[in-house]
């Protein structure tokens, strides 16, 4: 298994993982789990493939994405209960999920296209639009809103995988820089706090208000 194949399957299993998770927060049956693993863990590659116009989507040339995604919603929907914090572990595997995807996103995007922009861009649409779905189908709170740094952290690894690999870096080097550039800012992020400065002046008026 070649080095992006492989993070191209981790990336999946890992926000698979964590849509079973939030299927767990919900108490919803085995479908649910599925539903949920299958959603988070194709949902960014799936946008991605379609904007690069690489049809069929990878999952339908490649079923293996499926079953992954079942098989981690199978895991979790029994080992889940053992888990103190799951929010907490859905979090870090999102964490890790991202490090892994933004590489395997831009690496898509730069051999489509050719352009380090395309490439930064669906890399970091990858590795954040399966977190956005979760969140959005399952209710929770978005990634997006909460204050720690997200999007700019696979922004940062994309970017730094695209560099390094344009400028002769070998793949295996240009990958594992990215994705621990990621995980780093997230991580940090996570652990401590990290954000940036809010927007402070006045909120927008409810739409009952400007009328």
């Known amino acids: 298994m070649s080095l992006l194949l492989y993070l191209d399957y981790a990336g999946v299993a890992l926000?698979?993982?964590?849509?079973?998770?939030a299927?767990?927060?919900?108490?919803?049956?085995?479908?649910?789990?599925?539903?949920?693993?299958?959603?988070t863990g194709t949902g960014?590659?799936?946008?991605?493939?379609?904007i690069l116009g690489r049809l069929p989507v990878f999952w339908v040339i490649d079923p293996g994405y499926i079953v992954?995604?079942?098989?981690?919603?199978?895991v979790v929907f029994f080992t889940a209960p053992l888990v103190e914090s799951?929010?907490?572990?859905?979090?870090?595997?999102?964490?890790?999920?991202?490090?892994a995807y933004c590489v395997m996103g831009a690496a898509k995007g730069l051999a489509?296209?050719?352009?380090?922009?395309?490439?930064?861009?669906?890399?970091?649409?990858?590795?954040?639009?399966g977190g956005v779905l979760r969140d959005l189908i399952a209710n929770e709170p978005s990634v997006l809103l909460r204050p720690e740094?997200?999007?700019?952290?696979?922004?940062?690894?994309?970017?730094?995988?695209?560099g390094a690999y344009m400028l002769g870096a070998p793949l295996y080097w240009a990958s594992a820089g990215g994705a621990v550039a990621a995980f780093a800012v997230r991580?940090?992020?996570?652990?401590?706090?990290?954000?940036?400065?809010?927007?402070?002046?006045?909120?927008?008026?409810?739409?009952?208000?400007?009328?």
């Open 44 to 50: 960014g590659g799936t946008v991605r493939d379609i």
């Open 23 to 39: 299927a767990s927060r919900k108490q919803l049956d085995i479908i649910g789990f599925l539903f949920f693993a299958i959603i």
């Open 112 to 129: 489509a296209t050719g352009s380090a922009t395309i490439a930064i861009v669906t890399g970091t649409m990858t590795a954040t639009l």
């Open 187 to 211: 991580g940090g992020a996570l652990y401590f706090g990290w954000t940036f400065p809010t927007y402070k002046h006045k909120p927008g008026r409810h739409p009952d208000d400007v009328l």
């Open 15 to 21: 926000f698979a993982a964590t849509g079973a998770l």
């Open 149 to 162: 740094i997200y999007i700019t952290a696979a922004l940062i690894g994309a970017s730094i995988f695209t």
């Open 68 to 74: 992954t995604c079942c098989a981690m919603g199978v």
């Open 86 to 99: 799951r929010y907490k572990l859905l979090i870090w595997l999102d964490a890790v999920g991202l490090s």
